[in-house]
């Protein structure tokens, strides 16, 4: 079993700032890419931003200047910390994770987290 664990979230005026992190566990063997997207109501899962694990990291425009990812291969968790938030951030925001398993050594498996509300007043 693999488990990817967020935490986080919560409520934050405008302007304000959170840190998430995403903890992966269980049966792996190899870590690769981790990311966060994010999901509004009524809206499609969209990218925030990706890292490898050699540190290479991808943004969506939206967070380009105001967010950075960031991750810690010895404690396989990824972070993402957001600045200036503003209310158009509000949304649910799930890790993900591209592990291969001890159980499947053959494939490399996609994984997500349950999610982490995240809401910005204005």
């Known amino acids: 079993q693999v488990q990817l664990v967020e935490s986080g979230g919560g409520l934050v005026q405008a302007g304000g700032s959170l840190r998430l992190s995403c903890a992966a566990s269980?049966?792996?063997?190899?870590?690769?890419?981790m990311g966060w997207y994010r999901q509004a109501p009524g809206t499609q899962r969209e990218l925030v931003a990706t890292?490898?694990?050699?540190?290479?990291?991808n943004y969506a425009d939206s967070a380009k200047g105001r967010f950075t990812i960031s991750r810690d291969n010895v404690k396989k968790t990824v972070y993402l910390q957001m600045n200036s938030l503003k209310p158009d951030d509000t949304a649910v925001y799930y890790c993900y994770a591209e592990i291969k398993p001890y159980f499947n050594l053959n494939t490399i498996q996609g994984y997500w987290g349950q999610g982490t509300q995240v809401t910005v007043s204005s």
């Open positions: 890292i490898t694990a050699g540190g290479s990291t």
């Open positions: 269980g049966s792996i063997a190899s870590l690769y890419v």
